[in-house]
């Protein structure tokens, strides 16, 4: 099972490659601010599905470590990327955010308990 530290980095490092991925397709350079915000955004993030529902037991997994919660980060995302009138630096936030988040997901799917599809 993976500690807090483990979430952290994978949220952090994942934030990071979808920023310079988008970067990369709109073909614009990288800032360090940006870089650094994303890095402590998806780190931060990677820690909140434990916050909320903290691994006091093995089964300590339920609606927010869902597969359901993971559709509705990818959702929410497609649907806040379409209002035109946000930042992309604000998009930018919501999506390390949500990066970091869903890493916790995927990250703890890998593990012999795994994650509910709804809760």
Known sequence: MANKMTHAAIGALIAFTGYGLYKY?????M?????????I??????????????????NHR?????????????????EFWRIE???????LII???SIGYGSHI???????KRVPLIA
């Open 85 to 91: 009138n946000f930042s992309d630096t604000l998009k």
């Open 41 to 58: 955004v998806g780190g931060l993030f990677g820690l909140v599905p434990d916050i909320i529902e903290p691994a006091t037991s093995p």
């Open 106 to 112: 995927l990250t703890d799917s890998t593990t012999e």
């Open 62 to 78: 339920a609606f927010f470590h869902s597969i359901l919660m993971l559709i509705m980060l990818v959702f929410v995302n497609y």
């Open 25 to 29: 397709i709109k073909e614009e350079s």
């Open 31 to 39: 800032s360090l601010e940006e870089i650094v915000v994303s890095l």
């Open 95 to 97: 999506l390390a955010a």
